[in-house]
């Protein structure tokens, strides 16, 4: 019988990476926001937007009431391919609102947002994200993946970065 690999996979690190962080929720709204037209097709995706995840609740954007009651009947289908695409169940309820939105649901930030540049992380966030990564033996793959890390908890607004949803 062999013994247990000491190398682990770029997933796995990144996956416990997000676990100590608190960043798990924070992720899964990204690929749900990406993904959302192929979780709930594209007629309901054209009138609906995933907006966040708070104490197990999705929240979602209706384009108008007539969408919200037809969905309200649908929240139970709806509800389970959510959690069937996170693979466990991390949506217990999911509370549709009205609002407004572009038809482009592939992201939540205005398009200057995009375009303007990311915020440098401090020397604390980049001593942090250092702290994370001693256990990679590669020290370009280490030092890469601090900076990533110490990055992405710069552009995460202070009071809820460390917040569990």
Do not use: C
């Not at 994370?132 to 552009?155: K, V």
């Amino acid at each position: 019988m062999r013994g247990q690999s000491r190398l682990d996979s770029f997933g796995t690190i990144l996956a416990g990476v997000a676990h100590r962080l608190g960043l798990e929720s924070k992720l899964f709204e990204a690929r749900l926001r990406r993904h959302w037209p192929e979780i709930v097709g594209e007629p309901i995706a054209t009138h609906t937007r995933p907006d966040q995840i708070r104490f197990k609740k999705l929240h979602v954007y209706v384009h108008n009431s007539v969408w919200l009651q037809q969905l309200t009947f649908l929240k139970p289908v709806l509800l389970e391919k959510v959690n069937r695409m996170a693979g466990e169940t991390l949506v217990a309820e999911i509370v549709l609102r009205i609002g407004e939105f572009s038809a482009d649901h592939t992201t939540s930030a205005p398009p200057a947002a995009l375009e303007a540049t990311p915020p440098q992380p401090s020397a604390e966030l980049l001593r942090e994200a250092t702290l994370h990564t001693q256990g990679i033996q590669d020290p370009a793959l280490r030092e890469q993946l601090a900076a990533i890390m110490a990055q992405a908890l710069s552009a995460t607004p202070p009071d809820s970065s460390r917040r569990a949803p």
